[in-house]
């Protein structure tokens, strides 16, 4: 399975993540079945979260406030206990991502969880915005040799900054994601703009986490750059859980990567130049010199002489200059289009 063209920047494919996180409700086939519909909805890859309580949280931990409102367990710790996969099923998901065709993503949340990152075959690393300054956690992910996907949301950028430097130091393949940590995000507060600093200023790979719920984002990112657009994927806004309300269903997911894709069609290929399919528009509708009166042999050519008209088949409008103080060949009637073998060349004037 070839990775690299998940880096490659602008001219790749944008590279469409399916975030399963924790709505596969800690249940093995919940997780199969969220694999087959991102495969069904033409996502590239799916990405687990891979994480223990325990490592993860301390005793003093608190809910965020959209969790709040999602869950009655009594801690965040007791909230991620349910959502909890063995290392067994974890595998059994990666293969099924891998047999789909799709590229397996993770997101380690403590050290500890490198090593079963790299134990389940995983193909990229992910990085979730608050550990854009675990340094610890990032050295050793850098350590598996995989490309690596860092979000960079509530992080400043001097943060991203340090960030960038260490990956560097590290010697590790790595693109950013721009991202707001607020979930849903109001679309005002989407700033996909912010896409472009981060291109300008760190000279890498730029893609979107999209924590929005509008169809539409993931086209106006792609517009915007993202060569990586990830978004929560859910079997059912209904479902109890933290993060299924503000997550896209299968039909809404589907409708997403359609729009992504035409958006890429629409983006085309740098380099300005007349199509094809312009060329018949072009002859008819530019516009030739024309002669307004009757010019005879020899008569010199004035401003006066000439007006222009559609259509592009005789001299060029944009050649008025290079026709003004020449001569006319043979006598030409009042609306006829100027073409160069009826005026005299300026070699012919200069003997």
């Known amino acids: 399975m070839t990775i690299n063209p998940i880096l490659a920047g602008q001219t790749a494919p944008v590279f469409v993540i399916a975030e399963i996180g924790v709505n596969h409700d800690g249940s093995l086939d919940r997780a199969l079945q969220l694999v087959r519909i991102a495969r069904d909805c033409g996502a590239d890859a799916v990405k687990l979260q891979v994480f223990r309580a325990e490592q993860l949280m301390h005793e003093s931990s608190q809910f965020a406030a959209y969790q709040q409102e999602a869950v009655d367990d009594a801690d965040p710790a007791a ?32 050290p500890e969880d490198v090593a079963v990152v790299k134990r389940i075959g995983v193909d990229v690393i992910k990085i979730a915005s608050p550990d854009s300054v675990n340094r610890l956690l990032l050295q050793r992910a850098a350590e598996l040799g995989k490309p690596m996907i860092v979000s960079t949301g509530a992080a400043t950028l001097d943060e991203i900054q340090m960030c960038c430097d260490w990956l560097i130091g590290l010697g590790v393949e790595f693109s950013l994601l721009h991202c707001i940590s607020s979930y849903p995000t109001p679309p005002e507060m989407t700033n996909l703009c912010w896409m472009s600093e981060l291109r300008q200023r760190f000279g890498v790979t730029v893609g979107f986490s999209d924590h929005s719920t509008e169809v539409i984002s993931g086209a106006l990112a792609t517009a915007a750059g993202a060569a990586i657009i990830e978004r929560h994927l859910t079997y059912s806004h209904e479902a109890a859980g933290p993060d299924h309300a503000a997550s896209s269903d299968p039909g809404q997911f589907s409708h997403y990567v359609r729009l992504i894709r035409q958006a890429q069609r629409m983006m085309g290929q740098p380099g300005k130049k007349v199509l094809p399919i312009e060329q018949d528009v072009r002859r008819v509708s530019r516009q030739s010199l024309v002669c307004r009166r009757d010019l005879a042999a020899g008569q010199t050519i004035e401003l006066n002489d000439l007006t222009v008209q559609r259509p592009g088949t005789g001299i060029p409008a944009a050649m008025i200059e290079s026709a003004i103080g020449r001569k006319i060949k043979c006598p030409v009637k009042a609306g006829s289009m100027l073409q160069w073998e009826m005026i005299v060349s300026p070699e012919s004037l200069a003997s």
């Open 79 to 110: 909230m991620l206990r349910r959502y909890e996969l063995s290392e067994e099923q974890l595998r059994q998901i990666v293969d099924a991502i891998h047999t789909a065709g799709m590229v397996a993503v993770a997101t380690p949340f403590s």
